[in-house]
């Protein structure tokens, strides 16, 4: 008898069983070379499951536990390396040196988010999280391919804090910030080459207004560091037809966490609020369906 690999016993799952089993065959799914290093309890926390959910989840696709899962897993993803390092050695074996462009994409695209979190140890990093934390209101904006970054980055931002702006381009003249009469604003600018004359203009008109600038731009920006009060260049060339601003996002991502430990414990007031407020309004795919009809539910 051929006994299944686990890849296939989670593609199963994903499409015949309960609500909380596909939850964890998708997730198992995505996350296969990361689980060696969960345990039950983090598995559970990540999906949103009990810890003994996991386990019954476990011996309903033929294992005796998560543990049992775990030191199966190994055979059952087959000639597949084990850790990242491994990964990235037979992937560079398995093309001859300069002749995979992908594979170089990799190495710099790895260096690149090396790069991101290290700018995340930096004194400027600190400063920027501070005043998005405690800044009376935080405007944010993007220009061209740059404009989804800036966008998530906001909303985002919004979970955590009040009065995140992202500014309107379509006004032509960004006056919902110039014109604002609110004081210890903050501005942060999205911007990648080539550059947008806006995203300039923008940063000089805030300078001259007193409001703080970060740039988060990339390695060939040179007008950036005579303007802003922060510049973190996040590198763009990965060996691909087109710079990529993917890092950029890593980086946001990044920035968002700080904020969110740098507000501390009361962030969670405003984030159950928000989180309230939209189950009431729109609501998630996998929330039971109410009855609208009735304006007191």
Not at 48 to 76: H, M, Q
Not at 208 to 222: E, M
Request: hydrophobic share 40%.
């Amino acid at each position: 008898m051929i006994t299944k690999s686990l890849r296939e016993r989670l593609s199963n799952a994903v499409s015949s069983a309960s609500k909380a089993d596909r939850a964890l065959a998708a997730y198992m799914l995505a996350e296969l070379g990361n689980l060696p290093f969960e345990t039950a309890a983090s598995l559970a926390a990540k999906v949103e499951v009990s810890e003994p959910t996991v386990g019954r989840f476990c011996r309903a696709i033929g294992y005796d536990g998560f543990k049992d899962l775990k030191n199966n897993l190994r055979n059952d993803m087959g000639d597949q390396p084990w850790l990242i390092g491994d990964r990235l050695r037979d992937l560079q074996e398995r093309t001859k040196a300069g002749e995979d462009q992908l594979t170089r994409g990799l190495e710099l695209e790895m260096a690149a988010l090396v790069a991101v979190y290290e700018a995340a140890h930096t004194v400027e990093w600190d400063r920027l999280v501070k005043r998005l934390a405690r800044a009376k209101s935080v405007f944010v904006v993007g220009f061209q391919t740059e404009r989804g970054i800036a966008q998530i980055f906001a909303h985002q931002l919004q979970y955590l804090r009040d009065k995140v702006h992202l500014l309107d381009l379509a006004s032509g003249n960004f006056a919902d910030f110039l014109a604002t009469e609110d004081t210890q604003t903050a501005l942060v600018i999205f911007e990648a080459r080539r550059y947008s004359r806006n995203a300039q203009l923008l940063a000089v008109e805030a300078k001259a207004a007193g409001v703080p600038v970060t740039l988060i731009t990339d390695p060939y920006c040179d007008w950036g560091h005579k303007i802003a009060d922060e510049i973190f260049v996040v590198p763009t060339s990965f060996n691909l037809f087109k710079e990529s601003t993917a890092q950029m996002a890593s980086l946001a991502n990044l920035l968002v966490n700080s904020v969110f430990m740098e507000l501390g414990p009361q962030v969670e007031v405003r984030m159950n609020k928000v989180s309230r407020l939209y189950g009431k309004f729109t609501g998630h795919g996998d929330d039971t369906p109410q009855n609208k009809s009735d304006p007191k539910q």
